[in-house]
Structure formats: structure tokens, C-alpha cells
């Protein structure tokens, strides 16, 4: 079975400061996605990147930056000089082509990172 | 830009009633899900859509139907709610497959069971 783990519950940190999430995942499939979504206060959950796991490159966007390492089945992200803006809940999920007509997405619990100005 | 809207930001309905949750998308998605989120849990999938009055379960269907009659609405009913269903939902669509397309998500519904 897909498995999901975001170990860090909450993070805080102080403005301008580096962070990075966690996201440790399991799988027996050779072929996945991964995914990482943001939710801020207001509710609704933003997509941010896809990964699949033929693509071991690192991605960076800006400040973000996604680090995906198949070895230790890890997909880790970083904000680098943490803005308030950042303070969300974020989320790193695990898709893998199921029998039927659509595969199964699994979530993580969720990271609330808190940037404190 | 895709955009999801939850028909209520906030419902308080009583133990026994019947709540109607709903969910329209503009862009024509194939796919419509249907999670709740809870602290501590995170996202659970109740249900989701492939197509027009097509639907299958997820990992916690049970006390919920949904209804697809037009490709663009998403309906979740809870059938007699009860307080252990009070919760934020939360509603999504995509394009083609849910194994590499990203979800993108309206603003939430959170509901009380009183």
C-alpha cells in the first residue's frame, strides 16, 4: 500500500529564514507522481509542483525549491528566505495508475509552517 | 485559471437532516472529487467522479452518496448527518487522469453537525 509521511507537524520559523519540508513516501510501484500543495488560511489548496519518478532533477521556482531523491524515497521542499506570505499548511501527496479507470491519491497529514515576522 | 466554487463557506445543520454540498467547475474536467479534511488526518478521499453519473467510492464513502448529472457539478449528500461529520470539505476537479494530473481545489466547506 502508498504511504505518505510528513513527520514534522509544525514548523516555525522567523522571516527571511530557510525551511524545509519533509516528505518521505512508499510505494512498489516503479512508475508514480508526486505532488506538493499549499493551503493557506483561506482554504483552498493551491498546486505548486508534480514530479514523476522517472525525473530525478531538482526544480526551483523562485524561492522554492523541490529536491527528489528516489534512494531515500524522499521529496523534500525548501523556501528559501521564509516571507510571511509562506504560513500555510502544505501537503506532499503520492498518485500511482491504479487497475481501473482512475489510480489512487494518497496525502500526507500536512506541514503548518508559521514564517513570524 | 481553473475555478472550483463550494456553494457555502460555512453550513450548521442538526443530527438527522439531509445536506446537499455543492460544487461547480469551469473548465470542463472530467474527473470531480470529493475529500474531507480533519486535524491530524489530512485529506481523505469520500468520493469521486470520472464522468457524467459515474462515481466510485473512496476511502470513507460510508454515511455520504454524491450525484453527477451535469459534467460541471458535483453534488455530496449526506444522507442523515451526524456530529462525527462535522468537518471541512473539500471539493476538487481535474483533467484526464487522477494518476498524473493535479487537483485544483475550491475554497472549502466547513460544516457542523450540531
Redesign the interface.
Known amino acids: 500500500a502508498q504511504k505518505v509521511t510528513q513527520a514534522q507537524t509544525e514548523i516555525s520559523v522567523v522571516e527571511k529564514e530557510d525551511v524545509t519540508l519533509d516528505c518521505v513516501y512508499e510505494t512498489r510501484d516503479t512508475t508514480y507522481y508526486l505532488f506538493w500543495y499549499k493551503q493557506p488560511p483561506s482554504g483552498e489548496l493551491v498546486f505548486l509542483i508534480r514530479r514523476n519518478s522517472f525525473d530525478e532533477q531538482n526544480e526551483i521556482s523562485g524561492r522554492y525549491s523541490w529536491n527528489f531523491q528516489k534512494s531515500t524515497s524522499s521529496f523534500n521542499f525548501t523556501i528559501t528566505a521564509s516571507q510571511v506570505v509562506d504560513s500555510a499548511v502544505y501537503f506532499c501527496a503520492l498518485s500511482e495508475r491504479g487497475a481501473g479507470a482512475n489510480s489512487k491519491l494518497t496525502f500526507g497529514k500536512g506541514i503548518t509552517l508559521s514564517v513570524r515576522p | 485559471d481553473v475555478k472550483v466554487t463550494q456553494s457555502s463557506r460555512y453550513l450548521v445543520k442538526r443530527t438527522g437532516e439531509k445536506v446537499f454540498l455543492e460544487c461547480v467547475q469551469d473548465m470542463d474536467h472530467e474527473?470531480m472529487f470529493w475529500y474531507r479534511q480533519d486535524p491530524?488526518?489530512?485529506?481523505r478521499?469520500i468520493y469521486?467522479s470520472?464522468d457524467v453519473k459515474m462515481k466510485?467510492k473512496g476511502d470513507i464513502p460510508e454515511g455520504y452518496s454524491v450525484s453527477r448529472e451535469k459534467k460541471e457539478r458535483f453534488s455530496l449528500i449526506l444522507e442523515s448527518a451526524s456530529t462525527n461529520q462535522t468537518s471541512?470539505y473539500?471539493c476538487?476537479s481535474s483533467e484526464g487522469?487522477?494518476?498524473?494530473s493535479?487537483?485544483?481545489?475550491?475554497?472549502?466547506t466547513r460544516l457542523t453537525v450540531t
Not at chain 2, 491530524?40 to 485529506?43: C, E, K, N, P, S
Not at chain 2, 493535479?102 to 475554497?107: D, M, S, T, V, Y
Open positions: 474527473n491530524g488526518l489530512g485529506l478521499l469521486f470520472y466510485e471541512m473539500l476538487a487522469q487522477v494518476y498524473n493535479p487537483l485544483h481545489f475550491g475554497n472549502g
